[in-house]
Nanobody, 120 residues
Framework: QVQLVESGGGLVQAGGSLRLSCAAS????????MGWYRQAPGKEREFVAR????????NYADSVQGRFTISRDNAKNTVYLQMSSLKPEDTAVYFC?????????????WGQGTQVTVSS
């Protein structure tokens, strides 16, 4: 059973930084795509960043490109999201996701989410 546990959210002032962590367990994740999504109140869940567990290639949403960095530590089975130059519009619940090889969005495993609040 895949389990994803996020941590590291909190309240930060605009311009500040936070690092989110996602501890993954339940299987080996070779070939998986690991990602971060976020959902603000009244809005749909949106893609933030993804990283290939094997190889480490990354992709980012335009809104966070240059400010956020996704990384993973294979030894710790943990994925990170380093967020810098935070803006009030980054306020959302951030979810970690794991997608099996060749699977669609509907097959994502999800964590429970961690709240990030950026004050102006």
């Amino acid at each position: 059973q895949v389990q994803l546990v996020e941590s590291g959210g909190g309240l930060v002032q605009a311009g500040g930084s936070l690092r989110l962590s996602c501890a993954a367990s339940g299987r080996t994740f070779s070939g998986y795509t690991m990602g971060w999504y976020r959902q603000a109140p009244g809005k749909e869940r949106e893609f933030v960043a993804r990283i290939m567990w094997s190889g480490g290639s990354t992709n980012y949403a335009d809104s966070v490109q240059g400010r956020f960095t996704i990384s993973r530590d294979n030894a710790k089975n943990t994925v990170y999201l380093q967020m810098s130059s935070l803006k009030p519009e980054d306020t959302a619940v951030y979810f970690c996701a794991a997608r099996p090889p060749g699977a669609s969005f509907a097959s994502n495993y999800w964590g429970q989410g961690t709240q990030v609040t950026v004050s102006s």
